[in-house]
Nanobody, 115 residues
Framework: QVQLVESGGGLVQAGGSLRLSCAAS????????MAWYRQVPGKQRELVAG???????NYADSVKGRFTISRDNAKNTVYLQMNSLKPEDTGVYYC?????????WGQGTQVTVSS
């Protein structure tokens, strides 16, 4: 069974930083695309950042210049470095991955940014 487990969420003051990690297990294959999404209660889940197997990245406009997504294919792990955090970054962050046309999701990790 492929599993994605997020870690690194927590409470941080505005302007602070957090680094999220998502470790995959249950497969010897590296994922095609890996990504981070976030969701606020009552709103649709939105893409925050994505990264391809080859390292190409894309970001939501709201986080460009502040967040950096990276991956370690040998460890099948994806990271999200979040700097200059704002209260509007608050939400549950989910790791997502695609492999052989199948999509996998982590359980999410809470990020709360206080003003």
């Amino acid at each position: 069974q492929v599993q994605l487990v997020e870690s690194g969420g927590g409470l941080v003051q505005a302007g602070g930083s957090l680094r999220l990690s998502c470790a995959a297990s249950g497969t010897v294959f590296s994922f095609n695309t890996m990504a981070w999404y976030r969701q606020v209660p009552g709103k649709q889940r939105e893409l925050v950042a994505g990264i391809s197997r080859g390292g190409s990245t894309n970001y939501a406009d709201s986080v460009k210049g502040r967040f950096t997504i990276s991956r370690d294919n040998a460890k099948n792990t994806v990271y999200l470095q979040m700097n200059s955090l704002k209260p509007e970054d608050t939400g549950v962050y989910y790791c997502a991955a695609e492999l052989f046309g199948l999509h996998y999701w982590g359980q999410g990790t809470q990020v709360t940014v206080s003003s």
